[in-house]
């Protein structure tokens, strides 16, 4: 594997010895002598050693975002592993033929391919449509088990290294296993996770789906080994080393959403590493009217009670950097309470955290102009203020609109919060949508999670999920 500097990443020695310095988000990590004589040897930008320990350091360095891993491991055509596709499938069977379709379409040895489709009490053809297809049928032995069962069935009907899970409403690309599958040639890899694209477009809820899906994990690779952060592939597209997924126990039974968490998070906790890969794709059909897609996001949020109760040390993160901090209550209490001189409260409490980073850099030996320092943790305050926004929406959205109907200034104060996230959320994401149509689908996705959630929560006697584990900085991030 090779690795390259990510965009605004260079080497810059300094008095206290070189280090990698970031400049969005404006950041500074000290390398040690020999890492530092790796990255200066680097030719044409890339980055490599055969030393295990330097191959680690450098997986290390993407994880944190400074570099870029250059492309899939690459395995010989006669190492590449058996793989089990296994589908799951209840009452889809237009959908079932379109899957088999794409996956018999997948470039991929065709000797070390084996497709198992588990039926999970269907009344319709899709029973049919697979003995047509010619794969191996399974009954999941019941109807209504729940995808995770069927899944569970379909392991014990399979013989692959690789056990390879695809929804049958998905279709695969033709690179589907070829960009995912060399990914297992570390041996450390418990899982591996691909791109979700949308299938359709021609609706606009298809095509708030295709940017905002939480199915889709974004343009970026990301890997995570132990460490009680929430990272987790979804099973929609998902690749699990046999041996990893039975000694995890597989899916947990019983649960009908939430499954693909419950089982990232167990193979990590076993020392498993998980892979996201925005290559090997699948197109998925996303529920494209209202009714369906907001009783989903409802589903979805319910979840989180169970998994709460299951993982207990695992809990959403809030990063609160005292400062900055300090400078966004300052900025909300300008509106909630009429008085917008706070501004300027906010404003000295931003320049006064520039200036602490600003000393720290410059005991180091980097020289950055101040100004440079004050737009970078500028920005840093305008990222802090969408994520407290986003997370106050999406878990106390029915609050704040309750003390908005009670209080004028609340009302205010909680319209800004939607709109930053909302705001945000279309800047970054693109959808091919007008915004006021997005944000009617942002608010009514967030609101119906949130009462999941509540629900959720409710039923499993526990409210830990609305407790995040709370830090002045970010944690190192696992891997």
């Known amino acids: ?167 049958s409403d998905c279709v695969p690309s033709p690179r589907w296993l070829r960009e995912l599958v060399p990914w297992f040639a570390d041996l450390e890899v418990a899982a591996v996770g691909g791109l979700v694209e949308g299938l359709q477009s021609a609706r606009r809820l298809d095509r708030y789906e295709a940017a905002m899906s939480s199915l889709s994990l974004g343009a970026r690779e990301r890997s995570a080994g132990e460490g009680d952060d929430t990272f987790y592939l979804p099973s929609c597209n998902l690749l699990v080393r046999r041996e990893a997924f039975r000694a995890a126990g597989g899916f947990r039974a019983g649960m009908h959403v939430g499954e693909d968490v419950d089982l990232s998070w167990r193979l990590r906790d076993r020392g498993g590493k998980l892979v996201y890969c925005p290559r090997g794709a699948v197109r998925h059909e996303h529920r494209s009217r209202l009714w369906p897609f907001l009783k989903r996001r409802f589903q979805y949020g319910t979840s989180e009670g169970a998994l709460q109760t299951f993982h207990p040390r695992r809990r959403k993160r809030l990063v609160l950097p005292p400062l900055l901090t300090a400078a966004l209550g300052l900025a909300a209490l300008a509106p909630l309470l009429g008085a917008w001189s706070l501004l300027a409260a906010t404003a000295l409490a931003l320049v006064w955290d520039a200036a602490g980073f600003h000393r720290r850099l410059s005991r180091a030996g980097l020289a950055l102009r101040f100004p440079t320092v004050v737009a970078a943790r500028a920005r840093a305050l305008g990222s802090l203020a969408y994520y407290v926004a986003y997370h106050l929406v999406r878990y106390y959205g029915w609050p704040l609109l309750g003390a908005a109907l009670a209080w004028a200034r609340l009302g205010f104060l909680a319209a800004l919060l939607a709109a930053l996230a909302a705001g945000v959320d279309w800047t970054v994401r693109r959808p091919r949508l007008s915004f006021p149509a997005f944000a009617v689908f942002y608010l009514a996705e967030h609101l119906s999670y949130g009462l999941g959630v509540f629900w959720g929560c409710w039923r499993q006697g526990t409210f830990d999920s609305y407790r995040p584990a709370v830090h002045g900085r970010a944690p190192a991030p696992a891997g």
């Open 1 to 167: 594997m090779t690795y390259r500097f990510r965009p605004g990443v260079r080497l810059v020695p300094a008095r206290a010895g070189e280090y990698l310095l970031s400049e969005r988000p404006l950041r500074a990590v000290r390398l040690s002598e020999g890492l530092a004589g790796l990255l200066r040897r680097t030719e044409d930008g890339e980055i490599e050693t055969e030393d295990p320990a330097g191959q680690r350091t450098l997986e290390a360095l993407a994880v944190r975002g400074l570099l870029e891993r250059r492309g899939s491991p690459l395995v010989p055509e006669e190492e590449l592993p058996s793989v089990s596709v296994v589908i799951p499938v209840r009452d889809r069977a237009a959908e079932l033929r379109r899957c088999l379709e794409g996956v018999w379409g997948v470039d991929y040895p065709r000797d070390r391919l084996e497709v198992v489709v588990v039926d999970d009490g269907s009344i319709d053809e899709s029973s049919s449509v697979a003995r047509e297809a010619g794969v191996d049928l399974v009954p999941s032995g019941g109807m209504g088990l729940g995808p995770g069962v069927a899944r569970n069935r379909g392991v014990a009907a399979a013989s692959g290294e690789v056990l390879a899970f695809i929804d």
